[in-house]
């Protein structure tokens, strides 16, 4: 079974420029997060999708960061205008809602600087 | 807000001793994760505890719940350098989303 795929793997761009990370969960997989990890720091969640529905993103900067998941599947992480602060690695998870663990399988990340 | 501490943050062993690290959560959770990052790598899953008094074993680690006192643990006997990595918990809130703790450092010296 393949795993959590994203892209890309770094990305190094300049404050206030926009950026967008790519990511295709496990097959099957109904529900999607994405993370943010600050260097030093545990993952901290962004946005929890269910098909292509929000559940959670309380914790989303609304003003420069979106996320979409269109048709249930894949989705996308945009951050526009980016921040010196918003350097971090993003991870993707997805789980599915079958089973009594609910087991959430992350992701390579993407990388990224912000200069 | 919830919380979730872990102890040690940086944990320096000899190889072939015995340690425990701490996860302690402000809120009550019904289940529990424990996750291993390599340096650059994604989250690897250890354990899943779902129920109070959950105890489960892999090899030279082993991880233990009790929802009572919002605490998990998760004890290395006799460490070997392979177990090397950044060990994070994750207790489960509504909807199963997950709240991380810093994570413990731990590197293992020969």
């Known amino acids: 079974e393949a795993g959590v795929a994203q892209s890309p793997r770094y990305k190094i761009i300049e404050k206030r420029q926009s950026v967008a990370f790519w990511c295709n969960p496990i097959?099957?997989?109904?529900?999607l997060y994405w993370y943010q990890q600050i260097l030093g720091q545990g993952p901290k969640l962004l946005i929890q999708f269910q098909n292509n529905g929000v559940v959670d993103d309380s914790q989303l900067p609304k003003d420069r960061f979106s996320a979409e998941r269109l048709k249930g599947v894949d989705s996308t992480l945009k951050i526009q205008p980016a921040k010196l602060e918003d350097s971090a690695v993003y991870l993707c998870?997805?789980?599915?809602?079958?089973?009594?663990?609910?087991?959430?399988?992350f992701g390579p990340g993407t990388r990224l600087t912000v200069t | 807000e919830l919380k979730v501490e872990q102890n040690p943050l940086f944990l320096s062993m000899q190889e072939g001793k015995n340690y425990t690290i701490y996860c302690n959560y402000s809120?009550?959770?019904?289940?529990l994760y424990w996750y291993r990052q390599d340096p650059g790598k994604s989250l690897e899953s250890l354990f899943v505890?779902?129920?109070?008094?959950a105890v489960k074993q892999e090899g030279r680690l082993m991880a233990s719940l009790d929802t009572k006192a919002r605490l998990s643990t998760l004890h290395i006997t006799a460490a070997v350098h392979d177990l090397s990595a950044t060990y994070f918990c994750a207790p489960g809130w509504g909807g199963n989303k997950l709240v991380f703790g810093a994570g413990t450092i731990l590197r293992v010296k020969s």
């Open positions: 097959s099957g997989h109904a529900t």
């Open positions: 809120t009550t959770s019904d289940r």
């Open positions: 505890l779902l129920s109070n008094g």
């Open positions: 998870a997805s789980r599915k809602e079958t089973g009594a663990t609910y087991e959430q399988y």
